[in-house]
């Protein structure tokens, strides 16, 4: 059963992106290893910032953290999402606990070549460690949660699984 430490960063984006895909790839459910939005997403990353260093922190491996204290990360996606956010604040809240000073996450979208700068806060620490007690609730529930309604399950890569009969 996971505790606490093994929560990472993909656990915390699945929780904010749908319970059910946590609860599913807690249990060892993988479909996003051949789904070409994840593949495309993989590209995206190593052709944009080829040059930075990963940290890897255990559970949880940010693509850079940076002089001034910032933690970097590139998304495939178009805009900022509540995934993102809480995903790249769940990282700043690791860093945090190891007693590293971190001053926020730069989040860069290299397909619409925008960048958002988040700094991190004892607010969003404070969430940051609720989301964490979320994620083991969810990960060790006896039952799946529900599907979510259809229409946000576009460009799941879990969407097959849920949604064949
Ligand atoms: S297909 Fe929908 S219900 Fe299933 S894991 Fe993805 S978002 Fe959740």
């Known amino acids: 059963m996971l505790n606490a430490e093994d929560i990472g960063g993909v656990h915390i984006k699945y929780l904010e992106h749908c319970p059910r895909q946590l609860w599913l790839f807690a249990r060892g459910f993988r479909p996003e290893a051949t789904s070409q939005r994840v593949l495309l997403g993989e590209a995206v990353h190593d052709t944009s910032y080829r040059h930075e260093q990963a940290v890897d922190l255990g559970a949880a491996k940010l693509d850079h953290f940076d002089g001034r204290r910032w933690v970097?990360?590139?998304?495939?996606?178009?805009?900022?999402?509540?995934?993102?956010?809480?995903?790249?604040?769940?990282?700043?809240?690791?860093?945090?606990?190891?007693?590293?000073?971190?001053?926020?996450?730069?989040?860069?979208?290299?397909?619409?070549?925008?960048?958002e700068r988040i700094p991190y806060t004892s607010t969003e620490g404070a969430a940051a460690i609720a989301a964490i007690a979320r994620a083991l609730d969810t990960v060790h529930a006896p039952q799946s949660p529900p599907r979510l309604a259809r229409r946000a399950c576009h460009g799941c890569s879990y969407f097959d699984y849920c949604w064949t009969d």
């Open 72 to 115: 970097h990360e590139v998304k495939s996606s178009s805009r900022l999402t509540a995934a993102d956010r809480a995903q790249a604040m769940h990282y700043c809240y690791l860093l945090h606990r190891l007693g590293v000073e971190v001053a926020g996450a730069i989040l860069k979208y290299p397909k619409v070549r925008q960048t």
